[in-house]
T-cell receptor, first 116, second 114 residues
Framework: AQKVTQAQTEISVVEKEDVTLDCVYE???????LFWYKQPPSGELVFLIR??????QNEISGRYSWNFQKSTSSFNFTITASQVVDSAVYFC?????????????FGRGTSLIVHP | GAGVSQSPRYKVAKRGQDVALRCDPI?????LFWYQQALGQGPEFLTY????????KSGLPSDRFFAERPEGSVSTLKIQRTQQEDSAVYLC????????????FGPGTRLTVL
């Protein structure tokens, strides 16, 4: 069984603050994939990043960065200098092998509100 | 280019009615997923297709739920004898290759069962 925990239900920040969204996962698989998706108010989930379990290199993409640590089973997401347009619900997901396919499990999401 | 489309966007059904939800994936995408998203929750996996083959349906909550993708492109999720607890947003997603790749999501169908 696999599980994804996003303990932060809602985070409220003021524009230009840095913010970190936590994601902790559980799996017995040695090969698995981690994802972050953004769900803006319009409702459509948008892919942000995919990481496989053998690649622990941190990644930076503009104001976004991700910290993957297998030792603590965490895959945290940091937004630097947040902007109002970053307001959305962010989901962390884990895809593990199940009966012949990789089946994703999503966390409950963290709602980020960025105030001007 | 066209993304994943779903229809209808909103559906209101009376308890006991059957409903059919349609998903048009991105052309050429091999994998297709259906999810159920309750208010304030993350998407919950329902079923997965690779081309026309339904490889996993372990997430379907009951035998009232049925999905098909007969020609490996458009997919339909059917719910028979709808119940109030079926009220949710139903999301469809596709990916170009295997099930471990990034997924492209549609806007969802919001189903309300009265």
């Amino acid at each position: 069984a696999q599980k994804v925990t996003q303990a932060q239900t809602e985070i409220s920040v003021v524009e230009k603050e840095d913010v970190t969204l936590d994601c902790v996962y559980e799996t017995r698989d040695t090969t698995y994939y981690l994802f972050w998706y953004k769900q803006p108010p319009s409702g459509e989930l948008v892919f942000l990043i995919r990481r496989n379990s053998f690649d622990e290199q941190n990644e930076i993409s503009g104001r976004y960065s991700w910290n993957f640590q297998k030792s603590t089973s965490s895959f945290n997401f940091t937004i630097t200098a947040s902007q109002v347009v970053d307001s959305a619900v962010y989901f962390c997901a884990l895809s593990g092998w199940s009966g012949g396919s990789y089946i994703p499990t999503f966390g409950r999401g963290t709602s980020l509100i960025v105030h001007p | 280019g066209a993304g994943v489309s779903q229809s209808p966007r909103y559906k209101v059904a009376k308890r006991g009615q059957d409903v059919a939800l349609r998903c048009d994936p991105i052309s050429g995408h091999v994998s297709l997923f259906w999810y159920q998203q309750a208010l304030g929750q993350g998407p919950e996996f329902l079923t997965y297709f690779q081309n026309e083959a339904q490889l996993d349906k372990s997430g379907l909550p009951s035998d009232r739920f049925f999905a098909e993708r007969p020609e490996g492109s458009v997919s339909t999720l059917k719910i028979q004898r709808t119940q109030q607890e079926d009220s949710a947003v139903y999301l469809c997603a596709s990916s170009w290759d295997r099930s471990n790749n990034e997924q492209f999501f549609g806007p969802g169908t919001r189903l309300t069962v009265l």
